[in-house]
């Protein structure tokens, strides 16, 4: 995904850039095509790319174990100045470095490293999703009631001494 930067004119420009996720490198989970929407600035000293990356993934549920797809929209900000401007003005850890000559920009890498860093730590497929039913294990979404008619198990006896133990210390 490298976006041309040969001729640009200073001010505003907009670009569009697609690719599918294996050439990102992107495991299997992703799908369909990644998108790229860019908003370049160019000045006489650098260029500001505001980039809105769209790809299509797909979880299983941590409350219901049901597949879902959703959209992943994470955004980042790139700043390039030019190669002779690596000064303490601009910590390399903040910035990229360009050469005159430098005809493109590859963001493959930053889409990659942004699209990881946008997946969830907790996929839910959505936020109302009632999981499974802690006796027999039924998806509780399926249910109309969204509670499961298979009854209350009976507690392990093994169990009773530590809740006796807590009533006692909620007493006192």
């Known amino acids: 995904m490298k976006l041309n930067i040969s001729n640009l004119p200073e001010g505003v420009t907009q670009h569009?850039?697609?690719?599918?996720?294996?050439?990102?490198?992107?495991?299997?989970?992703?799908?369909?095509?990644v998108a790229l929407h860019v908003t370049l600035e160019k000045n006489i000293r650098q260029l500001v790319l505001s980039v809105v990356i769209e790809a299509k993934a797909r979880f299983r549920c941590d409350?219901?174990?049901?597949?879902?797809?959703t959209t992943l929209r994470p955004e980042l900000r790139l700043v390039y100045v030019w190669n002779e401007l690596k000064t303490a003005e601009f910590p390399e850890e903040d910035v990229h470095f360009l050469k005159h000559d430098d005809n493109s920009i590859d963001l493959s890498g930053d889409a990659k490293e942004y699209l990881k860093l946008a997946l969830p730590l907790k996929a839910v497929c959505r936020e109302e999703c009632a999981g499974l039913c802690a006796s027999?294990?039924?998806?509780?979404?399926a249910?109309?009631?969204g509670v499961c008619d298979c009854g209350p198990k009976e507690s392990d006896p093994r169990w009773n001494k530590l809740g006796d133990f807590m009533e006692t210390l909620i007493k006192n």
């Open 143 to 145: 249910v109309p009631s």
């Open 136 to 141: 027999c294990g039924r998806n509780l979404n």
């Open 16 to 33: 569009e850039l697609t690719g599918i996720p294996s050439d990102l490198g992107l495991e299997e989970q992703f799908f369909d095509t």
């Open 63 to 69: 409350r219901c174990l049901e597949e879902f797809e």
